[in-house]
């Protein structure tokens, strides 16, 4: 996490023994910028890149000596996340990219140059409550009033003038502070039930993948590449991912088309040109439908797939299992455990660097419920 309004930061980066390795960078506005990634030969050497805002204190933009890359970020408070595959199934391997995780540094401009850190201990966030629809019924201006004047809008943006637009008649804007006597009164339980009525609606929508086909190419872009259904979709489902170019996340239905419950158990069943077309690595992985979660097990197996283990049969094809116990003469690798009891399951492909020509006539595979 990166607090950008006292000074810029430098995160310093090893090269990595990894076949998929990006970088993603996002704020409260929750654009996705990726500046780099091994689908463009990025990472095969160290580099040092700094971020910087707008609004960054005492820095405009210019060339630092040493420095490989310079970044603009739209948000004074920035998440900068790594995604490596640690080639979980190689144990050596795995080792030496832990090392190589470890060894990234952060940096501010100023200890860069020989001096110390400028003190960043100043600011004070609004309340937030334990759900965002707390936020919404509780304390929507002052959160907005904060994330306004910490975030770079563009006026020619049309996400950006809508949102702008629809919180100025309430006394919201860029650069104000936070007056309770000069915001117009909002009805909170109003706002709170709207809200959880959008994110019901958009959390359905992972489960009908025509409507998941007309969002995706939109999902997790930069600005400028994506629009506002993409953006709340994604916001309400959460976390934040990868534009398609660089991941894409089908999920896994049924073929009698019921919402998958760990009171049954399921095989999903893929011959060698079902696999999923990725350049890098897929995936397979479970969660619980309600949190979004993993299921806990003893074995800690979470997916299948190339970095957390599987074995393709004979054929190069493969059956994977969601089971409360270990099928007979199911690989152990190709299990992933539930625990019997009423919960829904929810069931993601994650297809890293995917063909995106062969994935214009690729099937995601359906999980058959096992009688």
Do not use: C
Not at 157 to 178: R, S, T
Not at 312 to 335: F, R, S
Request: glycine letters at 8%; charged letters at 25%; a positive charge.
């Amino acid at each position: 996490m990166l607090d950008l309004r006292k000074d810029p930061v430098i995160i310093e980066m090893p090269a990595f023994e990894s076949k998929y390795v990006s970088l993603m960078v996002t704020g409260y506005d929750h654009y996705v910028n990726v500046p780099m990634t091994t689908r463009k030969g990025d990472f095969r050497k160290s580099e040092k890149m700094l971020f910087y805002t707008a609004r960054t204190e005492g820095y405009k933009g210019g060339p630092v000596k040493g420095v490989d890359r310079i970044f603009e970020a739209t948000g004074d408070f920035v998440s900068a996340v790594f995604r490596v595959m640690p080639h979980g199934n190689d144990p050596d391997r795995f080792k030496r990219i832990v090392k190589q995780m470890q060894s990234a540094k952060l940096v501010t401009l100023s200890e860069y140059n020989g001096g110390k850190a400028k003190p960043v201990n100043d600011i004070q966030f609004p309340a937030v409550g334990k759900t965002d629809f707390d936020v919404f019924g509780n304390n929507l201006l002052p959160v907005m009033q904060f994330v306004f004047n910490h975030t770079t809008f563009d006026p020619n943006n049309e996400v950006d003038h809508g949102v702008l637009a629809a919180y100025k008649p309430l006394g919201i804007e860029p650069g104000k502070q936070y007056d309770p006597a000069r915001v117009k009164p909002i009805d909170g339980k109003r706002f709170a039930s709207i809200a959880k009525q959008v994110a019901a609606k958009n959390l359905a929508i992972m489960g009908q993948p025509e409507v998941v086909a007309k969002i995706k190419p939109y999902w997790f872009e930069p600005k400028g590449k994506t629009n506002l259904d993409a953006l709340v979709a994604t916001s309400v489902i959460g976390p934040i991912g990868l534009p398609a170019e660089e991941a894409e996340y089908p999920p896994i239905t049924t073929t009698d088309g019921k919402p998958m419950n760990a009171m049954h158990d399921y095989v999903i069943r893929m011959t060698k040109d079902q696999l999923p077309p990725a350049r890098a690595f897929w995936s397979v992985t479970l969660y619980d439908f309600k949190n979004g979660f993993f299921i806990p097990n003893d074995r800690k197996k979470y997916s299948v797939g190339d970095n957390a283990g599987m074995k393709l049969n004979k054929d190069g094809g493969i059956d994977i299992y969601i089971a409360a116990k270990q099928p007979k003469g199911v690989p152990v690798e190709n299990w992933l455990p539930i625990n019997r009891k009423d919960e829904e399951l929810s069931v993601n492909l994650r297809i890293y660097v995917p063909d995106e020509a062969k994935m214009k006539t690729w099937n995601a595979p359906k999980a058959e419920t096992m009688k």
